[in-house]
């Protein structure tokens, strides 16, 4: 992997929209689309932000994100609330959302609905991705009820897992769609994650589902 430290998370957010935009437009210039997949949990906040506020033809971007909690756009967990109030907004109100949920007792309910709405945005062009301090991304959580399947070559782009850590039933993409991305970024912030991501380079990807990415994955960090 290749490790970015910076000297304050100020700097880093910054930074980092930067260089998701140039990829973006880049992408654009060259294919006429691209998609840009985000996490959701507490870190990406300011990101969005920024991002929102940057020129950027967000009328040919389809945003989409990693994983969802599954629970209605009402809940404070929910990512895709979070994706319309701190990213889908300003600039980059126009962007396209690719949906992760739709409301029903059970992820499986909508699983093939939902998949056949990913496939037309894939393969992803730029992937920002969080991680716990557990060493899940997406929602590929240690432990998880079909961890195996999600993380093998083989795996379908998008599967329902459940896990003791995640609370509520996940949607997330899998591994091979993760990997596939054009560009990966990986964003942590504090010594914990930072001990954890130097940790899960010398575990199976089992025990540590962000290995699946790290190598051709950049991971900015700043305390
Ligand atoms: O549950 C989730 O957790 C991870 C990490 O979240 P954070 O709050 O520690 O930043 C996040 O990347 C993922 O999208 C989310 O569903």
């Not at 998609?35 to 940057?54: A, K, M, R």
């Not at 109030?85 to 029903?104: I, K, S």
């Amino acid at each position: 992997m290749n490790f970015k430290a910076y000297p304050d998370r100020d700097l880093l957010m910054l930074d980092l929209a930067d260089q998701i935009a140039a990829e973006l437009r880049r992408a654009l210039e060259v294919h006429g689309r691209a998609t840009l997949s985000v996490p959701g949990g507490t870190t990406p906040g300011p990101v969005f932000d920024i991002l929102s506020g940057l020129d950027l033809d967000w009328g040919r971007v389809s945003v989409l994100l990693n994983d969802e909690r599954w629970v209605d756009e009402s809940s404070p967990r929910s990512n895709t609330r979070l994706l319309r109030e701190r990213l889908l907004t300003g600039r980059a109100a126009g962007a396209q959302l690719v949906p992760l949920y739709a409301p029903a007792p059970q992820p499986e309910d909508k699983l093939a609905e939902l998949a056949e709405g990913i496939a037309p945005a894939l393969p992803i062009t730029v992937l920002l991705l969080g991680m716990g301090a557990d060493m899940h991304t997406a929602s590929l959580f240690p432990g998880a009820d079909r961890l195996a399947e999600a993380l093998s070559d083989t795996a379908p782009a998008v599967m329902a897992l459940r896990a003791e850590a995640a609370g509520e039933p996940r949607i997330t993409l899998t591994a091979p769609v993760l990997r596939d991305a054009m560009h990966i970024h990986i964003l942590i912030t504090g010594a914990e994650k930072r001990a954890a991501i130097e940790r899960a380079a010398t575990l199976p990807e089992e025990e540590a589902p962000v290995r699946c990415v790290l190598k051709n994955a950049t991971v900015h960090w700043a305390e």
